[in-house]
C-alpha cells in the first residue's frame, strides 16, 4: 500500500530549521502555557520529544525516496496523544488498583521515560525486515511455509519428518 506525498513546494520557502523544530517547540510551548498542571522542565523535556518524534521522522519519509505509508510516525502520534496531553491537561488520578488516588510528579516522570524508552525502542527496529535462515527454503519450497506465515504444529511435525528422514533424529 503506497501513500502519496505532500507537495514540497509551499515548505521550500520556509528555512529547514524552522520547519524542523518550529511545530514541536510551538505545540509543546502552547500546550505547558495552557496546563492547569504543575509540570517539571524533565516531563516539559519529555514531551517535546514525544511530540518531536512523529514529526521527524514523518519529515525523514517525506524527503525521502520511499513510498510505503510512515508507519512509525503514525504509531509515535498516537502514543504523543495518549501520553503527552494528558501531561499538560489530564487530572493526574490514578486508574485500576490506586483509582482516584493522585499521581506523584515522580511517577510521571518514570512514565514519561517508560513511554520514550518505548518509542524510541520501536523507532530503532522500524524498517527491519528479518533475513531467512538457510533451512526455511527447503521447507517453504516444500509447501508447509507461505510467505510470514506460517503453522508451529506444521513446523514441527515437517521439522521431526526432516530429523527423521535424514537419520538425525529418532522415532518416538
Given amino acids: 500500500m503506497t501513500m502519496e506525498k505532500p507537495s514540497e513546494s509551499t515548505i521550500e520557502s520556509i ?11 510551538g505545540a509543546t510551548a502552547l500546550l505547558w502555557l495552557t496546563s492547569p498542571n504543575e509540570i517539571s522542565a524533565w516531563q516539559g523535556l519529555a514531551a517535546l ?32 496523544i495518549y501520553f503527552a496531553l494528558p501531561l499538560f491537561w ?11 488516588e493522585p499521581l506523584s510528579g515522580g ?5 514519561l521515560i517508560m513511554v520514550l524508552f518505548g518509542i524510541l525502542s520501536l523507532r530503532s527496529v522500524d ?7 538457510s533451512i526455511f527454503p527447503m521447507i517453504r519450497n516444500a509447501g508447509i511455509i507461505s510467505g510470514r506465515c506460517w503453522s508451529s504444529a506444521a513446523f514441527s511435525a515437517s521439522m521431526r519428518a526432516l530429523l527423521i528422514s535424514s537419520g538425525k533424529g529418532g522415532a518416538r
Fill in 15 to 25: 528555512p529547514k530549521l524552522a520547519v524542523l523544530l518550529l511545530p514541536p517547540f
Fill in 127 to 133: 524498517g527491519y525486515r528479518p533475513r531467512t535462515p
Fill in 107 to 111: 511517577i510521571i516522570s518514570r512514565v
Fill in 49 to 80: 520529544i514525544l511530540l518531536g518524534l512523529p514529526w521527524w521522522t514523518f519529515l525523514k519519509w517525506r524527503n525521502s525516496p520511499q513510498e510505503e505509508i510512515p508507519l512509525f510516525p503514525m504509531v509515535a502520534l498516537v502514543y504523543s
Fill in 90 to 100: 489530564g487530572d493526574r488520578n490514578g486508574v485500576g488498583l490506586g483509582a482516584g
